[in-house]
């Protein structure tokens, strides 16, 4: 094999790299298997935190509406920059409430992280909490979705980038 051929399969593999990489970087691949499944543990969270407070709660009540508005609004968010990036086209707006407020300490990353930690806090309550056992099949479902959609995400990602430092 010449050298020219060795450089030329190495630019290639680089060029397919950056591709994958680049999918996995997108605002749609993002939303689809990180932002929506924390929307619907948050949505979840909020409905279950309703359903337990009425009427005998009325913090329990406040608080599930509160995390439903912002479930819905980070929803919303999610949507329009993944409707966004498909159509080719810069989102004015970050993926969530939290990561928006980022944006007025020029931090929407570090409030975006904290979004994450949020979400995750949420999926250990709902678990030990035992409130998981008062969804309804079809919200059950969607929970599986959520968790399935997340995790085999953040899986293939770690492979891709376990296959390409090796």
């Given at each position: 094999?010449?050298?020219?051929?060795?450089?030329?399969?190495?630019?290639?593999?680089?060029?397919?790299?950056?591709?994958?990489?680049?999918?996995?970087?997108?605002?749609?691949?993002?939303?689809?298997?990180?932002?929506?499944?924390?929307?619907?543990?948050?949505?979840?969270?909020?409905?279950?935190?309703?359903?337990?407070?009425?009427?005998?709660?009325?913090?329990?009540?406040?608080?599930?509406?509160?995390?439903?508005?912002?479930?819905?609004?980070?929803?919303?968010?999610?949507?329009?920059r993944?409707?966004?990036?498909?159509?080719?086209?810069?989102?004015?707006?970050?993926?969530?409430?939290?990561?928006?407020?980022?944006?007025?300490?020029?931090?929407?990353?570090?409030?975006?992280?904290?979004?994450t930690?949020?979400?995750?806090c949420?999926?250990?309550?709902?678990?030990?909490?035992?409130?998981?056992?008062?969804?309804t099949?079809?919200?059950?479902?969607?929970?599986?979705?959520?968790?399935?959609?997340?995790?085999?995400?953040?899986?293939?990602?770690?492979?891709?980038?376990?296959i390409?430092?090796?």
């Open positions: 094999m010449s050298p020219d051929t060795s450089d030329n399969k190495k630019h290639e593999c680089e060029k397919e790299r950056d591709a994958i990489q680049r999918v996995f970087q997108r605002p749609f691949f993002l939303s689809f298997t990180i932002g929506i499944p924390f929307c619907i543990f948050k949505l979840l969270f909020g409905i279950t935190a309703l359903r337990t407070g009425s009427p005998d709660n009325l913090l329990l009540s406040i608080s599930g509406w509160l995390v439903i508005l912002w479930a819905l609004s980070d929803l919303l968010m999610n949507t329009g993944s409707t966004l990036d498909l159509l080719h086209r810069p989102a004015p707006f970050e993926y969530c409430i939290i990561a928006q407020a980022g944006q007025y300490f020029h931090k929407p990353m570090v409030f975006l992280a904290v979004d930690l949020l979400a995750f949420i999926i250990c309550a709902m678990l030990w909490s035992g409130w998981i056992t008062r969804l099949p079809f919200e059950l479902y969607l929970w599986y979705s959520a968790t399935t959609m997340n995790l085999i995400s953040l899986s293939l990602v770690g492979i891709y980038n376990e390409r430092t090796a």
